[in-house]
């Protein structure tokens, strides 16, 4: 089962534009929540994270949004540029006696593409 | 250079033939994961190991092994491969100590069973 539920699939945005990326979950274990951003024929990469005391988490032109009532956060990308372009994954680790890497759960993947 | 290094990059293979994909990492990180990313599903958590001769199973471990002997090291071992397993195979590591460390992930490889 899928417990961190991303969307959409694919997004194409032009250059300039913001990108909004979505992930929702169900376990409220979660406490720690990182982006990964993957170019082609790479590993994924951490891109920026977010724990849930906080509401929103800004580095540079992305953003993180952390809805904990609705048990959802989002990712935005401002300005998006054509170097942007990779797949972004949303992930969620389950606390395990203190140490939150032991089941690491991805969502599906998004595949963003800017056009120049 | 701090790095994750798996091989093959690329592994072309038959039915039932029994393979090893090897994992290493350079940073002495406690925390070792195998993951296979197949499109529309993401990253799915093979097997993952918190110290040496620590392991335990992921969200999809079936038709996989794993050991870790030492704490550099841990291949992704496939007794009986099936097409099934055709997928994109990353191996990541992480300092334990700091639980929000990221995930080093190593350049994957792409396995293909015929």
């Known amino acids: 089962q899928q417990q961190v539920k991303q969307s959409p699939q694919s997004l194409i945005v032009q250059k300039g534009g913001i990108s909004i990326i979505n992930c929702a979950y169900e376990?409220?274990?979660?406490?720690?929540f990182p982006w990964y951003q993957q170019f082609p024929g790479k590993g994924p990469a951490l891109l920026i994270a977010?724990?849930?005391?906080?509401s929103e988490k800004k580095e540079g032109r992305f953003t993180i949004s952390f809805n904990k009532s609705a048990k959802q956060f989002s990712l935005h990308i401002m300005d998006s540029q054509p170097g942007d372009s990779a797949t972004y994954f949303c992930a969620a680790p389950i606390n395990a006696g203190g140490t939150s890497y032991g089941k690491l759960t991805f969502g599906q993947g998004t595949i963003l593409t800017v056009h120049p | 250079e701090a790095q994750v290094t798996q091989n093959p990059r690329y592994l072309i293979t038959v039915t039932g033939k029994k393979l090893t994909v090897t994992c290493s990492q350079n940073m002495n990180h406690e925390y070792m994961s195998w993951y296979r990313q197949d499109p529309g599903l993401g990253l799915r958590q093979i097997y993952y190991?918190?110290?040496?001769?620590?392991?335990d199973k992921g969200d999809v471990p079936e038709g996989y092994k794993v050991s870790r002997k030492e704490k550099r090291n841990f291949p992704l071992i496939l007794e009986s491969p099936s097409p099934n397993q055709t997928s994109l195979y990353f191996c990541?590591?992480?300092?334990?100590?700091?639980?929000?460390?990221?995930?080093?992930f190593g350049n994957g490889t792409r396995l293909t069973v015929t």
């Open positions: 190991s918190m110290n040496v001769e620590v392991t």
């Open positions: 990541a590591s992480s300092a334990l100590r700091d639980p929000r460390s990221p995930l080093h």
């Open positions: 977010i724990r849930p005391d906080v």
């Open positions: 376990n409220t274990a979660f406490d720690y």
